[in-house]
Structures are given as structure tokens and as C-alpha cells.
């Protein structure tokens, strides 16, 4: 099958691939902060620390920092949608493999649609060790580096994702 594809063809799906093993790196990169503020986190756990740095009830805390890890769910859909809308309404250059001096920009909006994916996942983990600073409950923190890591794994970028918008677009 590879044999009968266009040489620009190939290319755009080279370049593609290139760098989108370059976007699974910072993506990667991500998941490891991610452990490293865990094992930060139960490393301070073990020092048996026990009193917060605020004395009073962090339930308001909890609470804002809870709805902006759920609403990752919908935000990250959507700004990717944001970020290729002018890619996906535009006809004249469809399909834009035909098209090789409008390759670097597609794929380096997909590069930053990924990088944001990768942001906005990995921040609720950040959230939670505040959360633990402030409360020195782990339960705060679990629960918010589970919402970062099921975001994380729900819409980290596919290669067949790409490869379709690239066939798509």
C-alpha cells in the first residue's frame, strides 16, 4: 500500500510522524512531573508533618480546585477544536497533504493543541500538592492526580488522530 502513494504523500506523513514522536516526549516529559509531585508529595507524607498551613477548613479550596480538574474534560476538547477550526473550515487547500508548504503550520498546530493537552492534565496534580500543603489531607491529593492522569491518558494524542485530521484536513 505504501508503494502506491504519492511522494508528497509520504512526506507529509514523515513529517507527521516526526513530530509527533517529538510531542509523545514533552508528553511524556509531563507524566514524569506528574510522578515526581507524587513522590514529593508522600516523601513530605513521611516526614509526618501534621498540621496544614491553614488552620481553618480548606473545603473551599477543595471544591474550586475539584471543578477545574473535572472541567479539564471539557476544555480540552474544546480548545483543540479552537486551535484546528480554521484548519477544518477551510476548503481550498483540502486535502492538505497536496499541499507541502502548508504542512509545517498544520502540524504545528497540532504540536501546540498537544502540548496544551499535556498542560492542562498535568495541572491538577500541581493543585493537589498545593491542596496538601494547605491541608495535609493525601485524599485531596489523590483524588486530584487521578483526575490529572485519567485526563492525561483520555486525551493524550493518538498517531492515528493525526494521521486522520492530516487526511481530513
Not at 96 to 108: A, D, K, S, V
Amino acid at each position: 500500500m505504501i508503494q502506491n502513494m504519492q511522494p508528497y504523500r509520504l512526506e507529509a506523513f514523515h513529517a507527521l510522524k516526526r513530530e509527533y514522536r517529538k510531542s509523545v516526549i514533552i508528553g511524556g516529559t509531563a507524566l514524569m512531573l506528574d510522578f515526581l509531585l507524587c513522590f514529593f508529595t508522600f516523601w513530605l507524607r513521611a516526614r509526618n508533618q501534621s498540621a496544614g498551613l491553614l488552620n481553618e477548613s480548606t473545603d473551599f479550596f477543595r471544591v474550586v480546585f475539584i471543578i477545574f480538574a473535572l472541567s479539564n474534560f471539557l476544555v480540552v476538547p474544546l480548545l483543540q477544536r479552537l486551535i484546528l477550526r480554521p484548519w477544518l473550515t477551510d476548503t481550498a487547500y483540502k486535502p492538505i497533504y497536496r499541499y507541502p508548504e502548508r504542512w509545517p503550520l498544520f502540524i504545528g498546530k497540532l504540536v501546540i493543541s498537544a502540548i496544551l493537552i499535556y498542560a492542562l492534565s498535568a495541572f491538577p496534580v500541581v493543585l493537589g500538592v498545593v491542596l496538601y500543603f494547605l491541608s495535609r489531607k493525601t485524599a485531596d491529593f489523590l483524588l486530584l492526580a487521578g483526575i490529572a492522569v485519567i485526563c492525561l491518558i483520555f486525551y493524550f494524542p493518538r498517531y492515528k488522530q493525526w494521521e486522520n485530521h492530516l487526511r481530513e484536513v
